[in-house]
């Protein structure tokens, strides 16, 4: 059995701006609370019956009280993930025949999400090259189609979307959505975590965010918001054991992902503070790449520190370059940068996410001196 | 915000007896694991379209070579924890107003996986008290009766059960399921990484196991094993993500467990193999037990670690004790002997899963001494 085991983690001393990863870093205190927790079932250590009904470690208090203030909104619960809580949402909303209406710029876990629950899926286009937008007037549109079809039973709105880092009017949308009575679910998975957002303030019924993307915890873990109106569809009990919630399983993170999530939940509170500094670095990197005429796709300017750029250059030389479509990759690894997929040159997504400014330059600089050498 | 951040967990110096406990404390190789792997999307770095695809590290290896064969099935998955992957078979198998067939000994999550399923619940009732067993051929009544009401997609053995740690006769109870058509999982959250089990052996359909519970892995984290015939129905793919299996929403423990999972698998493969040295110790401890008249229900000789016990002398102390039903609980704390729910002194389980004979020996003596002290 030499193969498995302990196995070392090859990138770790990389400059890391995969998008996946930039917000998913541990804090110090979650390093900590791996240790501390890290058998499988500590966290239930005094159960009394529910992971959220946990009071030592205060888990009840987190669930209950902080972060439906962080989130903005009434009812809180933890999940195994977001795509987990978009599966709960669909799966208790659901109706045979019915649909549900996510934007064009969704993840594919919306729509695998929507399969698994038996939804039909209509989609908002985006504007296409080069803004990719969500328009909201759109949605009206959508939802009227797809209700001569059958039921809306829940709207998704990506926030930001997981490609462009684009921001559409959510506020808006909520509206539009609400005029049609349905209710709108704020999949901010690349938002909850980095950036302020409150669930109330746009006005949506659901909000979706992920502990191991973007609130420097273990994954998996995801975290669900939503408005007290729709707590007796999320959270039915079973008819047998009345303590369990149905669409939660009973329990859902139930092990050391949660506590690295409270670990670092300071930490987190803190850093969307400074998000004004996020947008700003990722502006100036934008910029940077565009000087390498590296164009960046999607809003501009650019309100996220995740960012979708294209390049005609990098293409040419893909070509051409003896290592074919790879060469980009190869580049950036020998130089000790992580994160932009093996085989893209034309199109390719990275973050800015809290990598200190001296290392983006060092990345900026790698791509003019690779451009360089192949040109 | 001085409420979270890093917490200490109370019991970990404690002598730890707890079921759900014993068999997920971390191996040396996990603990290292925790530390290289915790960032959150950190087994990412090298996706290319789904977890059991990342070659670095070998999860594919790991899930389509070693996990098959270890749990003797033809195709493997890694789910977020043994209840997620009961009710992905469920929710795959469900057909409406169809049925499954559980013991009555399955543990609650079974019930609720059905209930979310949308499927009807028939129990096959165990013998009472005090063996508490699941005896073969009341399946075939069940099944026969519950035919009547409607179809029987799958039915469910717990081996062993979570309350009594009985293990029925699985291979009989197969081939009476098959009799009828009615593929059985077998829930092994207490058997797979303790005991040798293998689904083909029994003649199984589907097996579960439970990495945060059995497996020394951190949690949430389950691995599920199945006959190939049931491949198309779980592992059914996206009809616009064609790499993404809707069942188990394109990926599920897509963070640290997975590595946690890896890292003691051979610690795991090489404890197996010392099973029977486990039921030995349990045999004693259960001996040491009944001459303080604390009694051992369920199967007997036992035949796993996890056991439950009557002592009509610790209720009648709970009824003059100052701390109430708390005093059994309160003194055991006192002696850092962790496991026993609060408030139980006349039913309660424990397990002796690789808990040295040392501190057994401290157990047993506390028992010795609060009885003494109370009567």
């Avoid at 501390?36 to 888990?59: A, M, Q």
């Avoid at 039973?153 to 959505?177: E, H, Q, S």
Wanted: with cysteine.
């Amino acid at each position: 059995m030499p193969k498995f085991g302990f196995i070392e983690r090859q990138t770790k001393d990389f400059i890391n701006i995969d998008p996946l990863q930039t917000g998913g870093k541990l804090s110090e205190e979650a390093k900590k609370a791996l240790v501390e927790w890290g058998d499988g079932y500590s966290v239930c250590d005094f159960c009394t019956g529910r992971l959220e009904e946990i009071k030592t470690p205060p888990i009840y208090d987190f669930v209950h009280e902080t972060l439906p203030e962080f989130l903005g909104c009434e009812v809180a619960r933890i999940t195994n993930g977001a795509r987990e809580a978009k599966f709960a949402v669909m799966h208790a909303l659901a109706r045979p025949d019915a649909w549900v209406v996510l934007d064009g710029n969704a993840h594919y876990t919306s729509y695998v999400a929507a399969e698994r629950a038996g939804l039909n899926v209509a989609e908002v286009p985006n504007t296409g090259h080069p803004g990719f937008r969500i328009e909201p007037d759109r949605y009206a549109e959508v939802i009227e189609e797809t209700k001569k079809k059958g039921d809306v039973v829940l709207a998704v709105l990506t926030y930001p979307d997981g490609n462009y880092g684009n921001l559409p009017d959510a506020k808006r949308i909520a509206k539009i959505c609400h005029e049609y009575d349905v209710p709108l679910l704020l999949n901010c998975a690349y938002a909850v975590g980095r950036m302020p957002v409150k669930m109330k303030e746009i006005g949506a019924d659901f909000i979706v965010g992920s502990g191991h993307k973007s609130m420097a915890s273990a994954g998996p873990i995801g975290v669900l918001g939503m408005r007290e109106d729709y707590s007796s569809a999320l959270l039915r009990k079973s008819a047998k054991y009345k303590k369990k919630e149905i669409e939660f399983l009973g329990c859902t993170a139930r092990g050391v992902t949660i506590m690295t999530l409270i670990a670092s939940f300071p930490h987190v509170v803190e850093r969307v503070k400074q998000w004004d500094k996020e947008v700003e670095k990722a502006r100036w990197f934008s910029a940077k790449m565009e000087e390498l005429e590296i164009v960046q796709l999607g809003d501009k300017p650019h309100n996220h520190d995740l960012m979708f750029f294209e390049s005609q250059k990098l293409y040419e030389i893909s070509k051409k370059a003896k290592k074919g479509r790879y060469f980009l990759y190869k580049e950036l690894k020998k130089r000790k940068i992580h994160g932009i997929k093996p085989g893209l040159t034309k199109h390719f997504k990275l973050s800015t996410y809290m990598v200190p400014k001296e290392q983006l330059e060092i990345v900026i600089r790698a791509f003019e001196e690779i451009i360089d050498r192949y040109s």
